[in-house]
Nanobody, 122 residues
Framework: QAQLVESGGGLVQAGGSLRLSCAAPGRTFSIYAMGWFRQAPGKEREFVAAISSGGGSIMHADSVKGRFTISRDNAKVTVYLQMNSLKPEDTAVYYC???????????????WGQGTQVTVSS
């Protein structure tokens, strides 16, 4: 059962942009680090980006540095992933997750959303 809800996925042409949003219950949202992962068919779940509870520490995977940006608005209990200059290899289901501390592996996260599909056409 998903504890987080992603939205904003869709079909976009290469070079285009999308912004993913992840909504969460507000009571304890501000104490969690948040991350984005993605999983393409036949591939392992891959770390994309993460942000600390207060937003002061940010990590992006090498594959998306300079193109994707994670951010959060604790007042809106929402984390975002702005995706620019999208490539076909970015096609995947994107998942939002919450962790006690900033982490780059799936096992570090306690709560997950159901995922949102991002498809980038060539």
């Amino acid at each position: 059962q998903a504890q987080l809800v992603e939205s904003g996925g869709g079909l976009v042409q290469a070079g285009g942009s999308l912004r993913l949003s992840c909504a969460a219950p507000g009571r304890t949202f501000s104490i969690y680090a948040m991350g984005w992962f993605r999983q393409a068919p036949g591939k392992e779940r891959e770390f994309v980006a993460a942000i600390s509870s207060g937003g002061g520490s940010i990590m992006h995977a090498d594959s998306v540095k300079g193109r994707f940006t994670i951010s959060r608005d604790n007042a809106k209990v929402t984390v975002y992933l702005q995706m620019n200059s999208l490539k076909p290899e970015d096609t995947a289901v994107y998942y939002c997750a919450a962790a006690d501390r900033l982490a780059t592996v799936s096992s570090g996260y306690r709560y997950w959303g159901q995922g949102t599909q991002v498809t980038v056409s060539s």
